[in-house]
């Protein structure tokens, strides 16, 4: 089932876009571009005012954006040594303008600073400073993928398709983190052989499919924590852990005695 809708922001503004849950297109209107976007990326664009007209390619579609204004995102960025001087000149002189033509994947350490803005377990003051926070920390973290993109070679993903199914396998994690499927399972939900997308996934997010899921889970259940009156052995119920315990142990490991 496809859907068509159309998203409109007026004034100057640095938007800092995620694509968090399933597939479409979309046609920037501002840039003259249109893009064909499988799973979970990110990108930071620029224009006088935003035109999208969006075309679900999956039943539901879930989307994250940060917006900047232009004089803020220019003094955080200011620095000539780096990657994206381009983008930033740009905006300087309002143009309309992608921080990469190469979208970013969204990693563990980007998607956990997601969860935690969406989780948010402030209130009134409290939240607005909190989501200040982790705002700036979600920019770093992109900005530091778009210059690591920049270097980075590939050795086991050699063409689109195939990163594609990558970041099909992590959205199919994402979806199955109370019930992990098997690597051969994600193969073949995915249309990929084990050996390449067990390099693949990690040559793209720097982390195993399933040291990627222990990841996911662990910040989960930290967020949990935070915000319900759950002990850590329920939450690794809830989760669909064999060993609560190990878990536990986990648990304790990266975040100390809960």
Not at 106 to 134: F, G, T
Not at 149 to 162: I, P
Request: charged share 25%.
């Amino acid at each position: 089932m496809y859907r068509n809708y159309q998203q409109r922001v007026m004034r100057k503004t640095v938007r800092l876009h995620f694509g968090l849950v399933g597939d479409y297109r979309f046609k920037y209107s501002q840039l003259n571009r249109s893009f064909d976007l499988p799973g979970g990326h990110h990108n930071i664009m620029y224009s006088k005012g935003i035109d999208l007209l969006i075309e679900n390619k999956t039943d539901t579609i879930e989307t994250l954006g940060v917006k900047f204004p232009p004089a803020v995102f220019l003094e955080l960025v200011r620095d000539e040594r780096l990657p994206w001087q381009n983008f930033s000149a740009a905006i300087a002189q309002g143009k309309g303008a992608l921080i990469s033509n190469t979208w970013g994947s969204i990693s563990i350490s980007i998607q956990q600073i997601i969860d935690q803005i969406l989780r948010n377990p402030y209130h009134d003051r409290m939240e607005q400073i909190y989501v200040q926070a982790k705002t700036l920390e979600l920019l770093v973290l992109c900005l530091n993928d778009y210059r690591n993109k920049s270097k980075q070679s590939y050795k086991y993903l050699h063409s689109k398709s195939q990163k594609e199914k990558v970041v099909a396998a992590r959205d199919y994690l994402n979806q199955n983190l109370t019930d992990p499927p098997s690597l051969r399972e994600v193969a073949r939900a995915v249309g990929m052989n084990e050996f390449k997308l067990k390099y693949g996934f990690k040559e793209m997010f720097g982390s195993t499919l399933f040291g990627y899921l222990r990841e996911r889970r662990l910040e989960l259940a930290k967020q949990e924590l935070i915000s319900t009156d759950k002990n850590i052995m329920t939450i690794a119920l809830d989760l669909g852990c064999a060993s609560p315990q190990h878990f536990h142990t986990q648990f304790k490991k990266r975040y100390g005695e809960k």
